[in-house]
């Protein structure tokens, strides 16, 4: 079975600071790793993936994800923090080899910037 | 860009009542998802559809029926209301392949009196 974590419901972070959004996961085989964020009253937004290759992956807004195998993380991060991104993130698992389609997500963490 | 449209943003029905969820997306995407999403239980899904008229149930699809006649539009059907179904609904479309990100539509926030 697959599952994920996410152990903060909320972050809260000063705006220019750097930000980490955490993530640990447990699969049978091998994961493929999303992060989605939503903003209030909106849909989930997809912002990057881990299939394989480089544990830094980089995605939208100027986020990046670093995978740790050993760790069973995919913790989130970003440099320096915007006000714009506050909101909730999600983080998701799917197993390999899954034989379905079906994501497992983390129950969600608040990120508050502070200005 | 991929849009994924739900046909309401609120809605409110009577407990009894058929409830019917509509989504639709236009980028020819196999898969089609439903998922509800509740404050500290983020997102569950309800059902899946890998091609027209093929579906697979997921978490928790109990109450919950779906339908896929035609590979652009899925949807939601609620039975018979009931209090607990009051919830936000989302719906998501993906590409063919197990790697491929879910795009979501903006929900219907469903209210059950």
């Known amino acids: 079975a697959q599952s994920v974590a996410q152990p903060e419901d909320q972050v809260n972070v000063a705006e220019g600071n750097p930000l980490t959004v955490k993530c640990t996961y447990s699969?049978?085989?091998?994961?493929?790793l999303f992060w989605y964020v939503q903003y209030p009253n909106r849909g989930l937004q997809f912002l990057l993936k881990y299939i394989t290759g480089d544990n830094l992956v980089k995605g939208s807004y100027g986020f990046e994800a670093e995978f740790n195998k050993s760790q069973t993380s995919f913790h989130l991060k970003k440099p320096s923090a915007l006000v714009s991104d506050s909101a909730l993130y999600f983080c998701a698992v799917r197993d390999i080899p899954a034989g379905s389609y079906q994501l497992t997500f983390g129950k969600g963490t608040k990120l508050s910037v502070i200005p | 860009d991929v849009k994924v449209t739900q046909s309401s943003r609120y809605l409110v029905k009577r407990t009894g009542e058929k409830v019917f969820l509509e989504c639709v997306q236009d980028m020819d995407h196999e898969n089609m998802f439903w998922y509800r999403q509740d404050p500290g239980l983020g997102l569950r899904l309800i059902y899946f559809?890998?091609?027209?008229?093929?579906?697979e149930k997921g978490d928790i699809p109990e109450g919950y029926s779906v339908s896929r006649e035609k590979k652009e539009r899925f949807s939601l059907i609620l039975e018979s209301a009931s209090t607990n179904q009051t919830s936000m609904y989302l719906c998501?479309?993906?590409?063919?392949?197990?790697?491929?990100?879910?795009?979501f539509g903006d929900g219907t926030r469903l209210s059950i009196l």
């Open positions: 559809s890998y091609d027209v008229k093929m579906k």
């Open positions: 699969v049978s085989g091998n994961p493929y």
């Open positions: 998501a479309s993906s590409l063919e392949g197990d790697n491929q990100p879910q795009h």
